[in-house]
Structures are given as structure tokens and as C-alpha cells.
């Protein structure tokens, strides 16, 4: 079982990047999952999750901004962030909501001003 994030860089702010999270394993369609982030010297936190049925939830942060999808057909999670801030910058990782599995790397965003 393994998780892997992908599609992070370098953007100026105000642009706009989509991160993805292949999922192995058989899990995916059965689970929410969410999209986390964590700066250097600071605790995890949570971004954005998706139900099974595709009810979403954000964090005041991000509200409006991103956004987060599934494509279970896929196995394949989605964060699509518009209109990015300097304090969007962090490593961003994917993972079940309800009993985490191990984190992968994440994904690298840097919001340049």
C-alpha cells in the first residue's frame, strides 16, 4: 500500500498548480481522503478532505482557493490550488482520513511573492 503526491514547484504568487496522489492498493474508492501540509518546524495539518460520496471539506485558509477532487476510477486524488500565497508553501501529503497509512515524501510547493 503506498501512497505518492505529486505535482508540486515553484510559482509565483497568485498562480495556480494541481497536485495529485496515486493510491495503490484497493483502499481508495472505499475511503475519504485528504490532502495535509506540513512547514519546516511546524505539525502537520489538514488542507482539504472528500468523502467517499464526494462531500468536501476546507480549511478556512484555503476556502475558496482550492480545491479537491477524486477520480476513483483512477485510484488517484486531486488538489487544485488557484490563486496561491507565500504562506501556501509546504510539503504536502495525501492519506486516508480515518487510520492514516504510513506518509509518503509529499509533494514540494514553494510560493514565491
Known amino acids: 500500500v503506498q501512497l505518492q503526491a505529486s505535482g508540486g514547484g515553484l510559482v509565483q504568487a497568485g498562480g495556480s498548480l494541481r497536485l495529485s496522489c496515486v493510491a495503490s492498493g484497493s483502499f481508495f474508492s472505499t475511503n475519504a481522503m485528504g490532502w495535509y501540509r506540513q512547514e519546516p518546524g511546524k505539525q502537520r495539518e489538514s488542507v482539504a478532505s472528500?468523502?467517499?460520496?464526494?462531500?468536501?471539506y476546507y480549511a478556512e485558509s484555503v476556502k475558496g482557493r482550492f480545491t479537491i477532487s477524486r477520480d476513483n476510477a483512477k485510484n488517484t486524488l486531486y488538489l487544485q490550488m488557484n490563486s496561491l500565497k507565500p504562506e501556501d508553501t509546504a510539503v504536502y501529503y495525501c492519506?486516508?482520513?480515518?487510520?492514516?497509512?504510513?506518509w509518503g515524501q509529499g509533494t514540494q510547493l514553494t510560493v514565491s511573492s
Open positions: 492519506n486516508k482520513i480515518l487510520s492514516p497509512l504510513t
Open positions: 472528500i468523502s467517499r460520496g464526494g462531500a468536501t
